[in-house]
């Protein structure tokens, strides 16, 4: 962004710069400069500098239950900075009970999610890793399903 520049950016706006010309395994000097022009106030935020260039792999997911306990735990994915994990009604065969319903929850860097749930749940689980460039595809779904007790 330049001095001409300057009045397209009046409000916050993201500003993203393809530095892809210099993925050449050289090394590169980044950096991030501020000046005010025509003696105004100018704010100058850097949120998030992103350089990976894939997205992770999806993670790997394992369920267990042990009566109305359930554990989801999920492989650690290379360049991932952090896991959604997702949860929906079960539904058999899949319909609109399960897709209409799906809930997010983003875990940061745990690897694992556990708790005890009420006799009759039935969930459909997955995990998806991300980083900076955008989140992975679904991990293998997993089933939780806590039987009445016999």
Do not use: K
């Not at 395994?25 to 100018?42: C, I, N, P, Q, T």
């Not at 949120?47 to 492989?75: K, M």
């Amino acid at each position: 962004v330049t001095e001409a520049d300057v009045a397209d950016y009046s409000d916050y706006t993201q500003v993203a710069v393809d530095i892809s010309a210099y993925a050449d395994d050289g090394d590169h000097h980044l950096g991030f400069d501020s000046r005010v022009f025509g003696g105004g106030a100018m704010r100058f935020f850097v949120d998030e500098v992103c350089l990976a260039n894939t997205l992770p792999d999806a993670p790997q997911l394992e369920v267990r239950i042990d009566g109305f306990h359930a554990e989801a735990t999920w492989t650690t994915v290379a360049e991932a900075q952090g896991y959604i994990f997702s949860y929906a009604p079960y539904s058999d065969p899949i319909s609109d009970v399960t897709l209409n319903h799906i809930t997010a929850l983003d875990l940061g860097t745990q690897t694992t999610i556990a708790g005890d749930l009420a006799s009759g749940t039935a969930l459909y689980v997955a995990v998806q890793a991300y980083n900076c460039s955008g989140t992975s595809l679904y991990s293998n779904p997993g089933i939780v399903i806590i039987n009445s007790p016999r």
